[in-house]
């Protein structure tokens, strides 16, 4: 205990005197933080692995949490410094939807990273209804209309159509729903007002909550036909022959953001230090997983698949981090930015992707009642702290250890994430009028609605 002390205190001299002189050590250099096997974790594996954790003087423990639920509630209680979350977490629990706690997020971990997937079954339905490419293969992106005449059948049969999705306030949830109204299916509404969190008021298609490695084996056991998650529970599902991964979020939204790492507003409070430290590390991890091409990709395979972290096959795993997508079996496609780190300023916490979830928990009920343009803006600055982020990087542009050109400009507004393309309906995100953007859509609630 003794040796591990010393070692301690050597390190967080080290940390200090190699980061900028503003961050002084860590007040906290013995940490727990948590994280959902998924590929997406990858920045906290890789900040561990690569050493920079320690190069900032943290002691940090990785501890995977059993569900998206359990999670939060240890960053909430304390028994976790801080976690891997879905990026509407901290929002949904700022404004109360569900558990009540200021969760702040200066990091977001990675664009894209997901998939929508239907049992063989489904599959060989929606087929006849895709039309087939040059190659003969299907052309994509799929329309969930190919979808629609398949849940009339279950309609007629008077059975429930089912997909999984692994929170109400995830992006699989938001962008599962996004795809299914584009196509013009009603995934349901949410009434908390009236006691209903089932979200499948009006339902087209009944959703549900899914923990993410479970996701194979609920759809082959015909609990659910189909699911929206991340890896690398889609080419799971291929690997074991049990399904057809249809779209992915990439296709819906390119270059969408996905996770985020959150703690609570009064631990960000307490432990500034530390916190900058943590978010250093966090970018140097996320830079080491793109740079050069994604040349480190591989070596991340590796790590992923180990049970401590994500825990399955590294071909499976190495589908879609090393560029490459799997859809039917043998239809393995190129898509470079299926799983992006840090290009395109993936790790910024840009205001309008704070938006576009409060958006979609508006359009389907989460949130009951109307929302000025104004609370928009300031839920999204409380929670998303852009300025905390910042401070972090400008320490590793001074000190040499990443460039100027690696972030934004960190003097300008930064409101809107760029890089973005085009929503599958081709409705406009309007980030600065999100009134007018969820009053666009034919599928959802509108004005002073309530379900």
């Known amino acids: 205990m003794q040796l591990r002390t010393l070692a301690a205190t050597f390190l967080i001299l080290t940390a200090a005197g190699s980061a900028h002189a503003d961050i002084g050590p ?37 501890e995977a949490q059993a569900n ?19 990026a509407g977490q901290p929002l949904g629990a700022t404004i109360g939807y569900g558990t009540q706690a200021d ?27 895709i039309e087939d490419g040059s190659d003969g293969n299907p052309a994509h992106p799929i329309s969930a209309t190919a979808l629609k005449p398949v849940i009339d059948q279950y309609r007629d049969k ?66 659910i036909q189909g699911y929206c998650v991340g890896e690398p529970w889609n080419q799971q599902a291929v690997f074991k022959g049990i399904g057809v991964p249809v779209i992915t979020d990439y296709e819906i939204w390119p270059n969408n953001p996905e996770k985020v790492f959150g703690v609570t507003e009064a631990w960000a409070e307490q432990y500034p230090n530390t916190h ?66 840090f290009r395109y300023y993936a790790t910024y916490p840009y205001p309008s992707d704070a938006i576009w979830y409060l958006s979609q928990m508006r359009r389907w009920g989460q949130i009951a009642e109307p929302k000025s343009d104004d609370w928009y803006m300031e839920t999204a600055a409380k929670v998303y702290r852009a300025d905390i ?51 666009s859509f034919e599928i959802g609630l509108k004005g002073s609605q309530t379900p």
């Open 158 to 223: 008077g059975e429930r159509f089912r997909m999984g999705m692994v929170f109400p306030v995830s992006t699989h949830n938001y962008e599962l729903r996004y795809w299914l109204a584009a196509g013009g299916l009603n995934p349901g509404y949410y009434a908390p007002q009236r006691g209903d969190t089932s979200g499948n008021i009006d339902a087209d298609v009944h959703l549900s909550v899914t923990p993410p490695p479970q996701m194979p084996a609920t759809m082959e056991a015909g609990t």
């Open 26 to 62: 860590a007040e906290k250099p013995d940490l727990k933080l948590g994280f959902i096997k998924l590929t997406d974790m990858a920045p906290l594996a890789i900040a561990w692995e690569q050493g920079f954790f320690l190069n900032e003087g943290l002691f940090v423990e990785l």
């Open 68 to 86: 998206w639920k359990v999670l939060l509630d240890g960053v909430v209680t304390g028994t976790l410094d801080g976690a891997h979350m879905l």
């Open 389 to 439: 982020y910042k401070e972090a990087a400008r320490t590793l542009i001074e000190d040499g250890t990443l460039k100027a050109e690696d972030f934004p400009d960190l003097d300008a507004e930064n409101f809107a994430r760029p890089h973005q393309g085009e929503l599958i309906d081709g409705v406009a995100f309007t980030p600065r009028e999100p009134n007018a953007y969820i009053d």
């Open 103 to 129: 969760i702040i997020t200066a990091f977001s971990m990675d664009l894209n990273g997901n998939g929508i997937t239907v049992s063989n079954d489904v599959w060989e339905q929606m087929r006849p209804h």
């Open 276 to 341: 900058l430290r943590l978010l250093r590390a966090l970018i140097r991890a996320a830079h080491w997983l793109d740079e050069n091409d994604n040349a480190n990709r591989e070596e991340a395979v590796k790590i992923l698949s180990r049970s401590s972290y994500v825990g399955a096959d590294e071909e499976v795993i190495a589908n879609s981090m090393t560029g490459t997508f799997e859809y039917e079996k043998g239809d393995v496609r190129k898509v470079p930015d299926f799983n992006v780190f």
